[in-house]
């Protein structure tokens, strides 16, 4: 996927969390498009493309959020990371492997968050966001999954068939 | 050039290191934006992303308030006659308050003395998006340092108090909502004036805690700002009360206030632009504590 298109899909993505998700929140859970996005986009892209979609993503997520720039980036490169890893173990991810990886990804994503937001001087309440955020968020997630990862491998597979038609023999 | 080529692909092959830069490179981006470095490119990306954030913003209230209108129709109805009878009620009420009125505004006019409300300037923002992360609770507004808005302003609407300035940069602003859980603000029911600290509860309702137990707190008391610890103005509305219960420690009370304000709905707020928070903690300082 070019790059150009990888970050305006990113800051909708960003943007969308920030304007239409709120509307849809069960206590402060809601989808996380940007981590979607990103983990999908990992699935069907190579690491090092997927480690940039990971620090725009999260770096765009923060110019949203109160947390520091760099904060939400964290979580989305191990969350990336973990997607490689998992893919050289298996000869490819299945629906099971996604879901698992989706609901580790969301609480590493918001763990990651909270504790650096606590390390730079917030003060947080892990279990209450645990409970208030993170599972439904999770939920959301699990739900918002499948529609992002198709829009994902859809852009994937078009960009791989302009590749193979544009090149040379 | 190909052995230098090979050297960059080698490095980022080793899974490992390369796990280990990204995270060294994040942790530089945390490191500098908590120092301010990062500050004018912040506000130059912030800029494009705020802008389009206003318009989705818009057009997502947009949407909810058509869904919600068709929903509430009912409620509406229902609502409207138990507003009718509540009026009818409250006339009575206003004329002998009118009375009290004119009565305190000669005694106040005797001891030279004007209530804060009226001393208070605003400016108007709109909101342009909602905290994504959701693990604090906070707005970001379209108006910076540029309009006169500094840290610790408080911003409130009609309704009542929604928070205060957190971050603040050239063209836009964060606000830490009056409902984020590590958040406490002074405040007092207005019937008893009984004092208390309110906080936000993780289900996005308040919770005034520390009123004393002689204190008689009733369902549908307004709870306003004190004014004790120089955060916020005294008599901006906090909310009201729906329910009210002896705290786990046995020493206070403690009570259920829900904000006449919806949050996930705010389209404008208004700023305090002309109260300074007063800091407290150079006494803190002086004792030891």
Redesign the interface.
């Known amino acids: 996927m070019r790059t150009i298109v990888g970050i305006v899909l990113l ?1 909708l993505a ?10 849809v ?1 069960v ?4 989808p ?1 498009l ?1 981590f979607l996005l990103v983990l999908s986009l990992a699935v069907v892209s190579p ?2 493309q997927s ?1 940039t979609w990971a ?1 725009i993503g ?17 979580g989305l ?2 969350t990336v ?1 973990a997607v ?2 998992l893919r050289g173990q298996m000869f490819r991810l299945g629906v099971i492997n996604l879901l698992v990886l989706t609901l580790l990804g969301t609480a590493l994503q ?1 763990f990651t ?2 504790m ?2 606590a390390v ?1 001087g ?4 892990p279990v ?2 645990a ?3 993170v599972a439904p ?1 999770m939920v959301y997630n699990l739900i918002f999954l499948f529609p992002v990862y198709w829009f994902a491998r859809r852009l994937s597979r078009r960009r791989a068939t302009a590749q193979r038609l544009t090149r040379p023999y | 050039m190909n052995g230098g080529l090979g050297y960059r692909r080698n490095w980022r092959a080793n899974r490992g290191l390369f796990l280990f830069v990204t995270l060294i490179a994040c942790a530089g981006l945390i490191i500098a934006s908590r120092a301010g470095l990062l500050a004018p490119v912040e506000d130059a990306l912030s800029t494009p992303i705020n802008a389009v954030s206003g318009v989705f913003n818009r057009i997502a209230l947009g949407i909810n308030s058509s869904a919600g209108d068709l929903a509430q129709i009912q409620a509406l109805q229902r609502r409207n006659s138990e507003l009718e009878e509540a009026l009818a009620q409250f006339q009575a009420e206003l004329v002998e308050l009118r009375e009290i009125a004119s009565d305190y505004q000669r005694l106040s006019d005797l001891l030279d003395y004007t209530a804060t409300i009226e001393n208070m300037q605003f400016v108007t923002g709109d909101v342009i998006a909602i905290d994504q992360n959701a693990i604090f609770r906070s707005i970001t507004i379209n108006r910076g340092t540029r309009d006169g808005i500094g840290i610790g302003m408080p911003v409130v609407t009609r309704q009542g108090l929604v928070g205060r300035v957190l971050q603040v940069s050239a063209g836009a602003a964060r606000v830490m909502l009056v409902t984020e859980t590590t958040g406490n603000v002074s405040g007092r029911l207005q019937t008893t004036r009984a004092e208390g600290s309110v906080r936000g509860a993780p289900n996005g309702n308040l919770i005034m805690g520390m009123i004393p137990l002689d204190s008689e707190v009733r369902e549908g008391d307004l709870v306003v700002t004190s004014g004790l610890g120089g955060n916020f103005p005294p008599d901006i509305v906090i909310g009201q009360v729906t329910s009210a219960r002896q705290a786990e420690n046995g020493l206070s009370q403690e009570a259920q206030v829900r904000s006449l304000i919806n949050f996930d709905t705010l389209e404008f707020v208004l700023v305090v632009s002309n109260f300074q928070p007063i800091d407290l903690s150079v006494f803190d300082q002086a004792t030891g504590n």
């Not at chain 1, 770096?59 to 720039?69: A, G, H, R, V, Y």
């Open positions: 800051a960003a943007v969308a969390g920030s304007t239409f998700t709120p509307q929140r206590f402060g859970g809601q996380d940007v690491l090092e480690v620090l999260g770096i765009l997520q923060d110019m949203l959020s109160l947390t520091p720039t760099g904060a939400s980036a964290v490169v191990l990371f490689d890893w918001k968050i909270m650096i937001s730079v917030f003060s947080v309440r209450e966001i409970i208030y955020v968020t």
